[in-house]
């Protein structure tokens, strides 16, 4: 499974949309479940959204409908659609696979203005 690399990351305006991606550098067939993540400065790390195996998903409280999580398992990637983005979705994004052992990628940051 190896290496995880999120993209996609920027700057927008409240009510705009970023697609985030998260490549990996091998298989993603050998992950159990992959999933976003964020953490905002002084606050804790929080599920965003995951996916398992065999593609169930959730999401945390506050996405409310404005995100899906997808994948390609021919492209090995992670993908992560948000929509409507509000300020308070402005945190650093980071990609989790997990494979026996935890896959972190090195995060991207996602800035929402008013």
């Known amino acids: 499974q190896g290496r995880l690399v999120e993209s996609g990351g920027g700057l927008v305006q409240s009510g705009g949309s970023l697609r985030l991606s998260c490549a990996a550098s091998?298989?993603?067939?050998?992950?159990?479940?992959m999933g976003w993540y964020r953490q905002a400065p002084g606050k804790e790390r929080e599920l965003v959204a995951r996916?398992?195996?065999?593609?169930?998903?959730d999401y945390g409280d506050f996405v409310l409908g404005r995100f899906t999580i997808s994948r390609s398992m021919t492209k090995n990637t992670l993908y992560l659609q948000m929509n409507n983005l509000k300020p308070e979705d402005t945190a650093v994004y980071y990609c989790?696979?997990?494979?026996?052992?935890?896959?972190w990628g090195q995060g991207t940051q996602v800035t929402v203005s008013s």
């Open positions: 989790r696979g997990v494979a026996g052992y935890d896959y």
């Open positions: 091998g298989s993603i067939f050998g992950f159990s479940h």
């Open positions: 996916i398992s195996g065999g593609g169930t998903t």
